[in-house]
């Protein structure tokens, strides 16, 4: 257990609608990092934030969008859903904004009908 | 643009033999790191080890050692003694030190047969 929760475990909704994924970053982590696993993409970053504030942005698409709150859980919403979407969707987390190592959450698996 | 590849999308060997695993990788940077990530069917990913790049003596955890050669590009996991627990996908991953997100390679698919 890497101490990093995130929910749901499963997702599971139609094309168009939205959606929130949560995560909980271990204890004293202050960056948190949203990571998207998909069959025909392997994995990619999305996203990066450092105790409430966005630092690094990857291919994220501009239907998704996170923040990071005061007592530092992050949430990233995606919307106007396609069937491309589906995928596992990974938060990670590290104590800094450097270059320290990252550990995982379980994922959340998001299908999209 | 860093790029890295996996080039063993699949591999199995025998409990207790020793297996290495082969990442490169393209870079025009001095300062980096490396990882092996593991992913077993439950899905989790899970840290093996970590490798930065100015230290030139090579990351060891338990029984997972890598073999870091800087100029040559090329980080590789060697895995003794395996065990049935090591089945898995596994992940080789870049990150330069002045940016914060993980470039990741394809993945090999480790079966460990008892």
């Known amino acids: 257990d890497s101490g990093v929760t995130q929910t749901p475990k499963h997702l599971i909704t139609a094309t168009g609608q939205r959606v929130t994924l949560r995560c909980s970053p271990r204890?004293?982590?202050?960056?948190v990092y949203w990571y998207q696993q998909s069959l025909d993409q392997g994995l990619q970053f999305l996203i990066q934030?450092?105790?409430?504030?966005?630092?690094a942005k990857g291919n994220i698409l501009e239907r998704f969008s996170a923040q990071q709150f005061p007592d530092l859980h992050s949430e990233l919403n995606l919307s106007s859903l396609e069937l491309g979407d589906s995928a596992l969707y990974f938060c990670?987390?590290?104590?800094?904004?450097?270059?320290?190592?990252?550990?995982f959450g379980p994922g959340t698996r998001l299908t999209v009908l | 643009a860093q790029t890295v590849t996996q080039s063993q999308p699949e591999m199995s060997v025998q409990e207790a033999e020793t297996v290495t695993l082969s990442c490169t990788y393209d870079?025009?940077?001095?300062?980096?790191?490396l990882f092996w990530y593991k992913q077993p069917p439950s899905r989790q990913m899970i840290l093996v080890i970590r490798q930065e790049a100015y230290k030139q003596q090579n990351a060891t955890e338990n029984r997972f050692s890598v073999n870091f050669q800087k100029a040559a590009k090329s980080f590789s996991l060697k895995i003794s003694d395996s065990q049935l627990g090591d089945t898995a996908m596994y992940f080789c991953?870049?990150?330069?030190?002045?940016?914060?997100?993980?470039?990741w390679g394809a993945g090999t698919k480790l079966i460990i047969k008892p």
């Open positions: 934030y450092y105790n409430g504030e966005e630092r």
């Open positions: 991953a870049f990150m330069k030190h002045s940016n914060y997100q993980l470039i």
């Open positions: 204890s004293g982590d202050l960056s």
């Open positions: 990670a987390s590290s104590v800094g904004q450097l270059t320290d190592t990252q550990y």
């Open positions: 870079t025009s940077e001095n300062n980096y790191y």
